[in-house]
């Protein structure tokens, strides 16, 4: 075995507190990785996983600095070079592949300019090679016509073109390794599919090591053969692709992998009890990061903090492995069947067409017709049923769902709810009662809630607005509602700030239902929740739908979770439906092309199902 | 693009337009008519008469607006009352002297608060950026005619250096002019740099925390290049705008500086056409300041469309 | 009122804070009580001599008039923090109603408003002023409409720019499809998270129409003889300055010392509520 390209050693990343306490965001983080070795990082938002990887290119962001350990690249410490072999080493040694590739690209630059600017600094050739250069490096990223790609600006990209420019310009010093902070993420799957595709090639024709840094396990494990998952700022587990995925160890590993929505496998995701601590609430607190979710803490895990072991060919770090391995913590549970559906339709869509231009009398004088985001769209939603609407970014399944809430004017078509209420005019023409029945949840969470206002204010409004009811009686509603959506009564008096996000989404989904809806609108609500989090959100909407028999519209760019939660699926693509019908059927057998090609681009999280790799066990 | 330029020219004069209009009637609203301001309120008889006849005043309202806007647009600024001289030999050289204080002042000024503003975004909550951020508030805060005279107390009186106050003919030649405006200039100088210098500052300091601009080190870009190349152009871009605006509204500076330090200009014209009460004098600088100020705006407008390539290219679509 | 005291504290918090909040605090309260104060009355000449430097008399000196400095300066920014405070008021209240909704509303109606400011900006507002002032002369209730009026023009557009940032957050989006009314909305959706806003720049603005209400009574403008002012006393004084440096100084260091600490109370402001990012721009 040769010398490892990369070593790190007891680092630990964060900054020093009010009382000069050291508060950790990555703690205590061992690896290593030989030349042309793939590694995949994979935690949750606020794991410390991104300033882990920036700090081995000896970067670390404002307030924060490295606290301890040691780091090695080439044998050499980043830390300590001085700032002309730093300048060398990034982009030159190793490159980084940022996360938003289109936030990454000066905009006032041209991408030659850009591009020379890497050449210039890092590779020996001379002026008039750069041209060529450029345009060998896109071709091999896979960019069209990379002569005209050259000359334009980064905004004129689209957001697949602009993340290849990236990796193009991350190859063109030549590095050794790549680094890369989540590369695909807010990439349509489809073209994610397409992306990592190319890194794979790229890994196996360059021999490149990388660090691919993920929230998602299932991209990781299409691209590396190492895993690392992190947790509260330490690697709790670190394996070899296959034997960590085939038996996790950790509890927060198999808890991880158990809340993961999978396609075609009729089990509901489990969620993980409570969420991560932030950095600043983990303090220095010495015990296992882990242990306020962990459903085998003992006294010591609070205590102290776990030493590594090496179990099962990987390297865990949980006082309780014994326990971990011998317990049998992933049981899947049975997906919850929909209740005996009524043949009455409570939301019936038909022709309904959209479009965000203004109207205006000059165009209509002209004869020009609008340019429609949404054609001729026809479903219906019975009561008590889930609907899921999938598509890519455009495909307008937000736009429906706008409408549907009167927020989005119909250029034609009917809605009607019940049989009775017109729902295809816009809020102002709605009658109050009609509105009540329609409650909209939104993807952010930190957005929907108005931030100066508190829990008790924000639930208050709707009953304010909809019911007359008598303060005391109001009160209780209140606590009625935190208890629905299992918050304890003692966050009315919060502001949103001061909750978590999947809180906040269940003080969102609260506000839905204090007006007693008949159909509640979901626009991605889990997408900007980590997966163990969604796996509860998705939970309560069963049980919600279960208790009160409320209808729901489920907007989602994820199937895994639609075909999860939904009873049925309607599949968007340009406005337009592709294809429709019951969840059971159409993820079994998906008619339309654009279903397939969507179905395909989902990559699966289960190492049975790609044998293709000489994975290396590695461990330090 | 084209179309873009097209609409705010179009723009422009409308507003102009619009401005002409709103300066008329609010001349018109005042009481009494210009004769009778100019003369007085006890002013009586044949000499009010004349008076009146000589500037039409007998006509309606909409007809000496047509009058006035007319003569406007072929370059005839109309009659002073005070004055026998055309009004047009009244403002051309004081106008031209206001124009040469304020192009002088944003020559010097705007570049020096560029560097400041991204200097103190640079050192952001360090010793370098505190300095300049106090300095700053002094500059912005405390009024021109302060500065002016405790400029001129300093260089002129104390040192003797400079002359305190301008004493020349309001159509000196240009070169006369210059030689004498070193402390006017300073003192608009002085404002303008610190409100400039705040917002480049601001602009700064947001862009410097983008991706881009983290992306540039981590490509092992140079400190200076990144500054340079990637983030001072995209830091400037959204404030030429505003600085035009700035400028144009601590214009209203220019009025105070000019008659701290007696300087011919159309400001101190402006402050002595109100106190004669020489209504179509004050007219007629009104809409030529308002020109000024949709001609820096126009400029700004066209320069943020030629700098970013996000507009110009929603411009082609 | 306890946000307030949070807020008050924030700005405490920093040394350049503390000394705003102390010295528009003493220049409020001076401004106050000073009628009770002062040595002596403000237009008493002394008969003896004119031009005097401090004594145990007269602290400050004499003016050219033989008047106390002193007295005079004490009294000299009482019409102007009434007309400033009440003209800021204004402005504020009409500029961000109008920002507000044109930033809330959008499309034709924020067209309108903005293109009406657009062009409410290119109106030289200092000769604009001067006019309005001569001919309706400087009665308080005058300057602080006519103050109120162009200091508002700046608000719209600022209050504006604020809402437009709060307006696509989900929660504005959530009140609408709930069926809330656009005041409603105005005020308990937006108002509450442009506040922050809203308030470092009212601050702001009340150090700039100081500025220009001094800039009037130095031309002249402000109030009329022999009401004491600082512009005026400056304006009439500084000519003597290498003679008699007391007249044009005391006045000098009093409104410098009001307009620099009411900018370094909305400097703390502005970062203790974490709205420092704000342009803070003039229009």
């Known amino acids: ?620 | 693009m084209l179309r873009l330029i097209a609409r705010r020219l179009i723009f422009a004069v409308v507003t102009l337009w619009v401005v002409s209009m709103v300066v008329f009637s609010a001349i018109e609203l005042l009481p009494g008519d210009a004769c009778q301001a100019f003369l007085g309120q006890m002013a009586q008889g044949k000499r009010l008469e004349n008076c009146r006849t000589e500037h039409n005043l007998n006509a309606p309202a909409y007809v000496r607006y047509a009058d006035w806007a007319l003569g406007l647009s072929a370059g005839d600024l109309g009659k002073s009352i005070k004055r026998s001289k055309p009004l047009e030999d009244i403002i051309g050289p004081r106008f031209r002297n206001t124009v040469i204080l304020g192009m002088t002042a944003a020559l010097v000024g705007i570049p020096l608060a560029i560097l400041l503003g991204a200097l103190a975004a640079l050192y952001r909550d360090r010793r370098p950026d505190l300095w300049i951020s106090f300095i700053a508030i002094f500059c912005m805060t405390v009024p021109e005619f302060i500065t002016g005279t405790l400029l001129i107390s300093f260089f002129s009186v104390w040192l003797g250096w400079l002359p305190g106050i301008v004493i020349m003919r309001a159509d000196a030649p240009l070169l006369d002019v210059l030689s004498k405006i070193v402390l006017p200039v300073m003192t608009l100088t002085l404002v303008m740099v610190a409100h400039i210098m705040r917002m480049v500052r601001t602009s700064m300091i947001d862009v410097l925390a983008s991706d881009f601009v983290m992306m540039s080190q981590l490509k092992g870009v140079s400190r200076l290049r990144q500054v340079l190349m990637h983030a001072l152009p995209n830091a400037l871009l959204p404030t030429i705008n505003l600085i035009a605006l700035n400028i144009a509204w601590l214009m209203g500076g220019v009025l105070v500086v000019e008659v701290v330090f007696n300087y011919p200009g159309i400001g101190r014209l402006s402050v002595n056409a109100i106190s004669d009460r020489d209504f179509p004098l004050v007219q007629a600088i009104a809409l030529l300041m308002a020109s000024l100020y949709v001609g820096l705006n126009l400029i700004a407008d066209l320069l943020a469309l030629l700098l970013n390539p996000k507009l110009r290219s929603r411009g082609v679509g | 009122m306890g946000a307030m005291v949070d807020i008050l504290k924030g700005v405490m918090a920093t040394r350049s804070g503390k000394i705003g909040v102390v010295l528009v605090t003493f220049h409020l309260v001076l401004a106050l009580v000073a009628p009770w104060l002062v040595p002596f009355d403000f237009d008493a000449q002394s008969a003896v001599i004119d031009h005097a430097g401090p004594s145990l008399a007269h602290w400050a000196g004499l003016d050219i008039l033989g008047r106390d400095v002193l007295t005079r300066t004490m009294l000299g920014g009482r019409e102007a923090l009434l007309v400033t405070l009440f003209g800021t008021g204004l402005a504020v209240i009409w500029g961000s109603f109008f920002g507000v909704l044109a930033g809330y509303l959008g499309g034709r109606v924020d067209d309108l408003i903005m293109r009406s400011v657009d062009i409410f900006l290119a109106i030289p507002w200092m000769i604009f002023l001067l006019l309005v002032i001569a001919s309706f002369g400087n009665a308080p209730m005058v300057m602080i409409l006519t103050l109120g009026f162009f200091y508002g023009i700046g608000v719209v557009r600022m209050a504006r720019a604020a809402t437009l940032e709060v307006v696509v957050k989900d929660y504005v989006l959530a009140a609408k499809a709930r069926g809330e009314s656009t005041l409603s909305i105005m005020a308990n959706e937006i108002l509450p998270n442009v506040r922050d806003v809203l308030m470092v720049e009212s601050a702001m603005r009340w150090s700039w129409m100081l500025l220009a209400f001094s800039a009037l009574s130095f031309l002249g403008f402000g109030v009329t003889p022999p009401t004491p002012d600082w512009g005026l006393m400056i304006a009439n004084s500084r000519i003597y300055l290498a003679l008699a440096p007391w007249p044009v100084l005391m006045p000098m260091i009093a409104l410098s010392s009001l307009i620099i600490g009411i900018n370094l109370t909305a400097d703390a402001l502005a970062k203790s509520l974490g709205v420092d990012k704000t342009t803070r721009a003039l229009v």
Request: glycine content about 8%; some cysteine; hydrophobic content about 40%.
């Open chain 1, 1 to 620: 075995m040769t010398a490892p390209l990369l070593t790190i050693e007891n680092l630990s990343i964060g900054f020093r507190g009010p009382d000069d306490q050291p508060v950790f965001i990555v703690r205590e983080v061992n690896m290593s990785l030989a030349a042309g070795e793939t590694l995949g990082l994979v935690g949750e938002s606020g794991c410390g996983k991104s300033s882990l990887l920036l700090a081995m290119m000896g970067y670390y962001k404002p307030g924060l600095g490295r606290l301890s350990g040691s780091l090695s690249y080439d044998g050499e410490d980043p830390g300590l070079i001085s700032s002309h072999q730093l300048q060398a080493l990034r982009g030159g040694g190793m490159a980084l592949i940022p996360q938003n590739a289109g936030q990454a690209l000066t905009p006032t630059l041209r991408i030659k300019a850009q591009m020379i600017e890497v050449l210039r600094l890092h590779s020996d050739l001379a002026p008039s090679a750069w041209h060529p250069r450029c345009i060998e490096l896109f071709e091999r990223v896979k960019l069209p016509a990379p002569e005209q790609m050259l000359k334009r600006y980064p905004h004129e990209l689209s957001g697949g073109q602009q993340q290849r420019v990236a990796i193009a310009m991350a190859l063109a010093g030549e590095p050794n390794l790549l680094l890369l902070d989540e590369p695909t993420t807010g990439l349509d799957v489809t073209t994610q599919v397409e992306v990592l595709a190319l890194l794979q090639e790229i890994c196996r024709d360059l021999g490149t090591a990388m660090v691919y840094v993920s929230h998602d396990i299932q991209v990781i494990q299409k691209v590396c053969n190492q895993i690392a998952i992190m947790y509260a700022g330490e690697i709790v587990e670190m394996g070899s692709r296959a034997t960590l995925l085939a038996a996790p160890v950790h509890p927060y590993t198999q808890g991880l992998l158990a809340s993961i929505p999978r396609l075609h496998q009729q089990t509901l995701p489990r969620p993980i009890a409570g969420e991560m601590l932030q950095p600043v609430h983990r303090g220095s607190s010495v015990g296992c990061g882990y242990a306020n979710r962990c459903l085998l803490a003992t006294d010591q895990c609070q205590a102290t903090s776990p030493a590594p072991r090496v179990v099962m060919d990987r390297w865990v770090k949980c006082h309780e492995v014994e326990a971990a391995v011998a317990g049998e913590l992933i049981r899947p549970a049975q997906k919850l069947l929909a209740p005996a559906l009524g043949e009455n339709l409570l939301l019936a869509v038909e022709d309904l067409s959209v479009s965000y231009q203004r109207p205006s009398l000059v165009r209509a004088l002209l004869g020009h017709k609008p340019l429609a985001t949404v054609q001729g769209v026809t479903f219906g939603i019975r009561q008590g049923e889930i609907l899921g609407l999938v598509g890519e970014s455009g495909s307008g399944k937000s736009t429906i769902l706008k409408t549907i809430a009167g927020l989005q004017r119909s250029l034609s078509g009917r809605i009607t709810l019940s049989g009775t209420d017109d729902l295809a005019g816009p809020v102002e023409s709605r009658a109050r009662g009609c509105l009540r029945k329609v409650q909209l949840v939104f993807q952010n969470p930190d957005a929907s809630l108005n931030p100066r206002k508190t829990i008790g204010e924000i639930l208050r409004r709707p009953l304010e607005l909809y019911f007359e009811l008598a303060p005391t009686v109001m009160n209780d509603e209140v606590d009625a509602l935190l208890h629905r959506v299992n918050l304890p009564e003692s966050y009315k008096g919060r502001f949103p700030g001061q909750l978590s996000g999947g809180e906040k989404q269940r003080v969102a989904i609260a506000r839905a239902l204090a007006a007693k809806p008949e159909l509640i609108l979901c626009d991605e609500i889990t997408s900007a929740l980590d997966v163990s989090v969604q796996a509860a959100i998705l939970k309560l909407l069963l049980d919600l739908r279960a208790d009160s028999g409320v209808s729901l519209l489920f907007v989602s760019h994820d199937l895994a979770v639609v075909e999860t939660l939904c009873d049925s699926v309607l599949v968007l693509e340009g406005g337009e439906v592709r294809e429709a019908g019951l969840c059971a059927e159409v993820f079994k057998n998906p008619q339309h092309a654009y279903t397939q090609a969507l179905m395909k681009a989902v990559p699966i999280a289960d190492p049975r199902k790609r044998k293709d790799e000489n994975d290396v066990v590695h461990i330090t």
